[in-house]
DNA sequence: GGGTGCATGTAATGGGTTACATGATTCT
DNA sequence: AGAATCATGTAACCCATTACATGCACCC
């Protein structure tokens, strides 16, 4: 398994270090405690789990379940851990900025500003509910895991979304009232 | 050119609106302006302008130079601004996100504290640098373009990166605290 | 009877970076 | 002499999503 680019491989020992689990709750799990930051498709979780499992950083059991398929329970291995551990100390690759947003705000001087008024609003109902969201999850994670030793990590990983998600809501506002502004310029004539 | 999921070909003919250009051009053009929210490689641009080429949406005219390679320079045409037009309407579609400094904070309570703080620590000092240049390169385009059209909304993308950097140095002077905190609660014994 | 959830996986396709290949000119 | 800039492009590779394929159980 020579070294990756991507952290597909680590991201899943990384979930795997909270415990055993198959794909399927490996999926179910990134959607409600890293979804904000991180994503993985089955595509890339299933063979995932079998290129650990043949470079003996995750071991795999089956269990039989009636009227179901059978779940395939990874675990951690010693291996798989340090390999972890070796990855959390390098320095995170830092990822290629891609924002189609603001693509298409940087050349909005092509098409009305209410099409942009538009893009904008949606982003920020969008962060409002994200700001919600990170409210409900910091209190149930507070209640679920008191004293856990991870939660100051996941709380620390919370309170980046809240502070960028409410960076880009006010970064709305003021575009939303720019815009409007330009808008009236437009139509008023000097 | 049935429609691509990626915006790259989109990209391309958004900075050819603002003049024809060859496709090294668009490379440090792209660097330079929209750099800090968007990238696109070789790999991508010349394959792209070709493409664009076909389908009609851009018009190439070759540049012979006396001891340099030819310049291929493209230039919009009338279906190409059309093609742009109808894109910048469309909502974007919001990225996935990944990213890989959360991702290692997450797991963080496997690796001593002071691990984290270090990756933090280089988070904070790159958004600080990027504030740095936002300031100047405000002040540029203020300088440069003092009645361009295209001005107000190129200072709107330039303000979300300063919003979102100053919002992300923040966070990371917060995070700091608390990580040096775990890790005084760790030494002393409770 | 039909949708949703459980549970696994593969194949096709797409999107993107990196490395390679070439070669003159100009700056240090 | 050597590095950087100008300038074009292709091929190999990698990473990821989506669609497909399968099938039972449970609820409405």
């Not at 098409?111 to 999850?137: D, G, I």
């Not at 809240?162 to 815009?179: D, I, N, P, V, Y």
Request: one cysteine or more; proline letters at 5%.
């Amino acid at each position: 398994m020579k070294a990756e680019r991507g952290a597909t491989l680590k991201a899943l020992l990384g979930l795997l270090s909270l415990g055993p689990m198959s794909g399927y709750d490996i999926r179910a799990l990134i959607q409600e405690s890293i979804g904000h930051f991180w994503s993985e498709s089955y595509g890339q979780i299933y063979p995932g789990l079998k290129r650990l499992a043949t470079a003996g950083l995750v071991e795999k059991k089956t269990e039989r379940q009636k009227g179901r398929p059978d779940r395939h329970l990874y675990s951690l291995t010693d291996e798989g851990r340090e390999e972890l551990w070796r990855w959390l100390r390098l320095p995170p690759v830092d990822e290629v900025p891609r924002n189609e947003l603001l693509l298409k705000l940087f050349f909005g001087a092509q098409v009305p500003a209410s099409v942009c008024r538009e893009h904008v609003a949606a982003h920020l109902a969008k962060h409002e509910a994200l700001l919600k969201r990170y409210s409900v999850v910091a209190k149930a994670l507070e209640r679920e895991h008191g004293h856990d030793p991870d939660l100051p990590y996941w709380l620390i990983t919370l309170s980046l979304g809240r502070h960028t998600s409410s960076a880009e809501a006010k970064w709305c506002k003021e575009t939303l009232k720019r815009l409007e502004e330009l808008e009236r310029k437009k139509k008023g004539g000097r």
